[in-house]
């Protein structure tokens, strides 16, 4: 509201007083009006004065809202000193008038505390009146907040100037929070009362300002209101714990609340007495925990021992690793605890057969692993109990128990970099003797665990153990048991990277050795061992060479499977020391050799395939260049059945920067392999591989090709063609749609409407229906970028959008064609695309269930199950429709049909009461009967919907509904 010229300051405020927008938009404009120095601002105060000590508290209420409102417009810099003491002393002075204005008062308040010049005593002074005269408690919930904020801003901006306040200001910040219950004022107050305690002396108000605190812990707190939603339990509960154990002095009164809470039959309330003493030591020290130390083990113990619920176990294991590297400062004393801890958990390690002995196991690494000194400690006791149980033992399982513990505890000495024999005390244990006379043993699960604890000593084992070692190992892969020879190959890689010269030797002396004479099964094994290994650089160098020359030379079938499966599950790797790509392409010309790899088994085609693929993908331009110069000449001719899926699969992987001078009689070469051939891998391949080249070829190319293609295309389609090659050209326009979709070419719309108006063809209508979803398929992995193809954000939402809005253009007998593209592509599509379209999808759905298109219903049904969980407005709307439908179902001849109905009917099993209730009985009738059916997974089915139904409406049940 702009000030009028023919009215004065004192009429617009008349005016204003009486309209609440008015006000805020007088407000806005005077503030604006002081800070370009239109109207002074005690030219203004002055103006609001008479409303300010009027006897009527409205108008006074009134007047103090306009100036709260005008200086929280205001910059924080712009108001000076002198006019900050002013405004202070005046709200001060407001502070002690009638309750209602209060509001407003703390308004202003909150605006003058974030002013930059506002003088040093201010501060206080606001602080002393406010702690007087406001009562805080005894405000609604906003005033609080706005106590709250003021204090927040002061305590973080202005500490220094309200600390010559002393006890009076942490008295005043006690009485105000002191019993507040909103829990976001709490986290307010949590968040910023941990920097006040610490930098703030407490003095003798110090255990009055924990117990404040304290009495909300443990918390217990569960929203009430929508405007509690934002708040957890957790985050209280995370934001308290600090507040708790802000200084040392707290110490006396935390750690007896936390033995006291941890007693609690509630579970949150040792979680949270746990979580506390883990962060809380860690402030208090040595020297405050040292009393409560034996209180505190036998608190601790209880939750470690047994430990049945695994989460307060591991939340107290972590509060006890905590403690100790507090106290692990004071040498003796932490060793006394330490040896308390072992007294008390011996008697549970002396039998492994014992219940307790895991749990104690599980604590005495814990505690093991905070440091080497404890660690000693530790194995001094542990160490002779299990070696005296493992040699008298004779059942597996116990043995089994032992070398864990043992594994473990090698595993945190190898940390600090030493072994058991390093111990004085434990240097007549010879462990990997130990663990070298059990590798005889039959239990499998043993021997894997004893070729782990040998791996882990392997900085520990002399040259006579490790060469028994490696006999046992090449031993374990010839025996053919396909668990411990996995582990082998990871024992062989570990020792590689201290042994490498032994590795070597043992590859080529003992795993290469007579490889050309030995049996098929054997020599799998070895492969599969010598396959894993080759990750390694220096080994790959000798053995990779080797593998693929068998491949080429052998005629046994099992080899060569052997051979191309461990080959593609080696180049599939994440991770390797070098580039084996790279390696089998130009030392082992691996490429050379599978294109000149003669079979007509169609897995040993994939495989070579897929290796081809993998290892063109990784090669640099000018090697992929290199290829396409060898190679490409035999796309310009007919090629062989026998080596189109090769072939291709050699070319999907090339840049976009490589043409291929894809020219006509290639692609009627490809053409013609994609609709024409009688197998269906050599049309798929040629659809795949076409594409392909469609989506990266430069623009130019792609016209002529296109318009190329397209003739084809409607050629094959002509009425007097065979119905199979119309499908087969069909599945191919649709591969060629995709690829033009994807990288965005100009005329793809074009294409994907005319792919779109095949639904209405009387004789593949149906069949480009079920194909539809090809255009967006989530399983793709051929047309992606790792194979440098152009895709297209967004490119799935174009192509279900479209075809969502054709809705329109299908009518009548060609409608279920339509339907069955859409039910089939939303299987394809994320989650949240769904979710923007229900109310113009369902209708559609409800459609597709009422059809006579069996496979119909069944994926309608499917995308059913997905978004009944929405609980959106239209699926209640249309229960009347939906509900007596599912149940004409539920009768179904096909059994999945008959299952996803039951489904369905548990999804609305959730909806409000309301609305479900009159439907409740004619769905029991109907379940009692299903209950019957003759297949066993529809009886169970129906089970578990007739009782989530039964249930709808008992008593307190869906009760937040």
Same mark, same amino acid.
């Given at each position: 509201m702009a000030l009028s010229p023919n009215f004065d300051l004192k009429e617009q405020l008349d005016i204003s007083f009486k309209d609440?927008?008015?006000?805020?938009?007088?407000?806005?404009?005077?503030?604006?009006?002081?800070?370009?120095?239109?109207?002074?601002?005690?030219?203004?105060?002055?103006?609001?004065?008479?409303?300010?000590?009027?006897?009527?508290? @409205?108008?006074?209420?009134?007047?103090?809202t306009t100036l709260s409102s005008v200086l929280s417009q205001l910059p924080q810099d712009y108001l000076t000193e002198s006019e900050l003491y002013f405004i202070t002393t005046f709200y001060c002075d407001r502070m002690k008038d009638h309750y209602s204005i209060i509001p407003s008062v703390?308004?202003?308040?909150?605006?003058?505390v974030n002013m930059i010049h506002l003088p040093q005593n201010a501060s206080?002074?606001?602080?002393?009146?406010?702690?007087?005269?406001?009562?805080?408690?005894?405000?609604?919930?906003?005033?609080?907040c706005k106590i709250y904020l003021v204090l927040k801003s002061l305590i973080e901006n202005r500490l220094n100037d309200i600390k010559p306040m002393g006890p009076d200001l942490v008295y005043g910040i006690i009485s105000s929070m002191d019993g507040e219950r909103d829990p976001n004022n709490l986290m307010l107050l949590f968040n910023i009362l941990p920097h006040f305690i610490k930098s703030f002396p407490l003095g003798h108000l110090t255990e009055e300002m924990f117990e404040v605190m304290a009495c909300y812990f443990p918390v217990d707190f569960n929203p009430s209101g929508i405007e509690d939603l934002n708040v957890t339990r957790e985050d209280l509960a995370e934001k308290l714990t600090p507040c708790l154990c802000a200084i040392p002095e707290f110490a006396d009164y935390c750690l007896p609340l936390i033995i006291d809470k941890s007693y609690s039959t509630l579970r949150v309330a040792k979680l949270d007495s746990l979580n506390l003493l883990r962060e809380s030591v860690q402030i208090f020290g040595l020297s405050k925990i040292?009393?409560?130390?034996?209180?505190?083990?036998?608190?601790?113990?209880?939750?470690?021992?047994?430990?049945?619920?695994?989460?307060?176990?591991?939340?107290?294991?972590?509060?006890?690793?905590?403690? !100790?590297?507090?106290?692990?400062?004071?040498?003796?004393?932490?060793?006394?605890? !330490?040896?308390?801890?072992?007294?008390?958990?011996?008697?549970?390690?002396?039998?492994?057969?014992?219940?307790?002995?895991?749990?104690?196991?599980?604590?005495?690494?814990?505690?093991?692993?905070?440091?080497?000194?404890?660690?000693?400690?530790?194995?001094?006791?542990?160490?002779?109990?299990?070696?005296?149980?493992?040699?008298?033992?004779?059942?597996?399982?116990?043995?089994?128990?032992?070398?864990?513990? @043992?594994?473990?505890?090698?595993?945190?000495?190898?940390?600090?970099?030493?072994?058991?024999q390093d111990v004085p005390e434990l240097s007549w244990t010879n462990i990997p003797q130990t663990y070298l006379d059990s590798l005889t043993v039959e239990n499998i699960e043993l021997k894997s665990k004893i070729f782990f604890g040998l791996t882990i000593q392997k900085a520990y084992l002399n040259g006579v153990q490790r060469s028994i070692l490696y006999n046992a190992i090449c031993n374990e892969i010839e025996a053919g048991c396909d668990k411990i020879q996995i582990i082998c190959h990871t024992t062989i890689i570990d020792f590689a990277t201290?042994?490498?010269?032994?590795? !070597?030797?043992?590859?080529?002396?003992?795993?290469?050795?007579?490889?050309?004479?030995?049996?098929?099964?054997?020599?799998?094994?070895?492969?599969?061992?010598?396959?894993?290994?080759?990750?390694?650089?220096?080994?790959?160098?000798?053995?990779?060479?080797?593998?693929?020359?068998?491949?080429?030379?052998?005629?046994?079938?099992?080899?060569?499977?052997?051979?191309?499966?461990?080959?593609?599950?080696?180049?599939?790797?994440?991770?390797?020391?070098?580039?084996?790509?790279?390696?089998?392409?130009?030392?082992?010309?691996?490429?050379?050799?599978?294109?000149?790899?003669?079979?007509?088994?169609?897995?040993?085609?994939?495989?070579?395939?897929n290796i081809c693929q993998l290892i063109v993908?990784?090669?640099?331009?000018?090697?992929?260049?290199?290829?396409?110069?060898?190679?490409?000449?035999? @796309?310009?001719?007919?090629?062989?059945?026998t080596d189109v899926t090769v072939m291709m699969n050699l070319f999907i992987s090339l840049r976009r920067d490589i043409d291929l001078n894809l020219n006509n009689d290639m692609a009627e070469n490809l053409y013609n392999l994609a609709t024409n051939n009688s197998n269906l891998d050599i049309r798929q391949t040629s659809c795949k591989f076409l594409s392909v080249l469609l989506n990266k070829i430069k623009v130019s190319d792609l016209d002529r090709i296109v318009s190329y293609l397209e003739n084809k295309i409607n050629n094959n389609l002509s009425a007097d063609n065979d119905i199979k090659l119309k499908q087969h050209t069909v599945n191919f326009q649709i591969w060629m749609t995709k690829a033009l979709v994807m990288r965005g070419y100009a005329k793809s719309q074009y294409f994907l409407e005319n792919l779109t108006l095949l639904l209405t063809h009387d004789e593949i209508g149906q069949f480009v229906g079920e194909q539809y979803q090809i255009l967006v398929n989530k399983y793709e992995d051929i047309l992606i970028t790792e194979n440098f193809c152009d895709v297209k954000i967004f490119y799935k939402q174009r192509v279900f959008e479209y075809l969502l809005r054709q809705n329109i253009n299908f009518t009548s007998a060609m409608r279920q064609n339509y339907l069955i593209a859409l039910v089939h592509l939303l299987?394809?599509?994320?989650?949240?695309?769904?979710?923007?379209?229900?109310?113009?999808?369902?209708?559609?759905?409800?459609?597709?269930l009422s059809l006579s298109n069996e496979y119909l219903v069944l994926w309608t049904l499917m995308s059913f199950k997905l978004l009944l969980d929405t609980k959106h407005d239209i699926f209640s709307d249309n229960l009347q429709c939906i509900i007596p439908r599912l149940l004409q179902l539920s009768t179904h001849r096909i059994m999945d049909v008959r299952i996803a109905v039951l489904e369905c009917l548990v999804h609305y099993a959730n909806y409000p009461i309301i609305l479900i209730n009159p439907y409740k009985q004619t769905v029991l009738d109907k379940l009692g009967v299903i209950i019957d059916d003759r297949k066993r997974l529809v009886r169970k089915a129906a089970v578990n919907a007739r009782t989530r139904w039964y249930l709808v409406g008992a008593s307190g049940e869906q009760s937040k509904e």
């Open positions: 609440t927008t008015a006000l805020s938009s007088l407000c806005r404009n005077i503030a604006s009006k002081i800070e370009s120095g239109s109207i002074k601002l005690y030219t203004f105060v002055e103006i609001l004065g008479s409303y300010m000590t009027d006897q009527n508290v @409205l108008t006074r209420e009134k007047g103090v703390l308004n202003g308040i909150q605006a003058i206080s002074s606001l602080l002393r009146v406010m702690f007087e005269h406001v009562q805080c408690q005894s405000q609604l919930l906003p005033e609080r040292e009393s409560y130390l034996p209180d505190l083990w036998t608190t601790l113990k209880k939750e470690v021992i047994p430990g049945r619920d695994v989460e307060i176990r591991d939340t107290a294991l972590q509060a006890i690793t905590s403690l !100790i590297n507090i106290i692990s400062v004071d040498e003796t004393v932490c060793k006394n605890f !330490i040896d308390k801890i072992i007294v008390d958990v011996k008697s549970s390690l002396c039998d492994v057969q014992l219940s307790l002995y895991r749990p104690a196991q599980t604590l005495l690494e814990t505690i093991a692993a905070i440091n080497k000194t404890i660690c000693v400690q530790i194995l001094q006791i542990i160490i002779p109990l299990c070696i005296g149980q493992y040699s008298t033992k004779n059942s597996f399982n116990d043995k089994i128990a032992l070398i864990e513990t @043992l594994n473990n505890l090698m595993k945190i000495c190898s940390n600090y970099n030493f072994c058991f201290l042994y490498l010269e032994e590795i !070597i030797m043992l590859v080529k002396e003992r795993l290469l050795s007579n490889i050309d004479e030995m049996e098929v099964e054997l020599l799998k094994r070895r492969i599969k061992a010598l396959s894993a290994i080759a990750k390694i650089h220096e080994l790959g160098c000798i053995i990779l060479p080797k593998i693929v020359t068998i491949l080429t030379d052998t005629v046994n079938t099992d080899i060569c499977i052997t051979i191309l499966l461990n080959i593609q599950k080696l180049i599939a790797l994440k991770k390797s020391d070098y580039n084996i790509h790279q390696f089998l392409y130009k030392e082992c010309h691996i490429i050379d050799k599978l294109i000149l790899y003669e079979t007509n088994i169609i897995d040993h085609k994939m495989l070579i395939s993908r990784n090669l640099t331009i000018e090697e992929q260049r290199a290829i396409v110069a060898k190679y490409a000449v035999a @796309l310009d001719t007919k090629i062989p059945e299987e394809q599509m994320p989650e949240e695309l769904l979710f923007l379209h229900l109310t113009e999808l369902v209708p559609l759905l409800i459609e597709s």
